[in-house]
């Protein structure tokens, strides 16, 4: 047996072992811990942006630069209040 077969063998051991029904559900689970954790991050980068804009023009009001498209009471309408 020369080393391309004995690879050709291994990676079909590996493929039978990973498309059992516990590997499956693992794979699956990883898959969903991965996307759970993307978009807990995104979710934490925007709330940071969004509090850092926040912070930006509350300081521009309270220096008395205020500016009608940066209202601070914009950020807190709901689209029926508009």
Do not use: W
């Not at 794979?27 to 954790?37: G, I, K």
């Not at 807990?40 to 521009?60: F, S």
């Amino acid at each position: 047996m020369n080393s391309d077969q004995a690879r050709q063998r291994a990676e079909q051991r590996f493929t039978q072992k990973v498309t059992t029904p516990d590997n499956r559900v693992a794979l699956a689970l990883s898959e969903y811990e991965v996307q759970a954790r993307t978009t807990r991050e995104k979710i934490a980068r925007l709330k940071a942006l969004r509090l850092a804009k926040e912070g930006q023009m509350r300081a521009d009001q309270a220096a008395g630069i205020y500016n009608p498209n940066n209202d601070i009471n914009k950020l807190h309408r709901t689209r029926h209040d508009k």
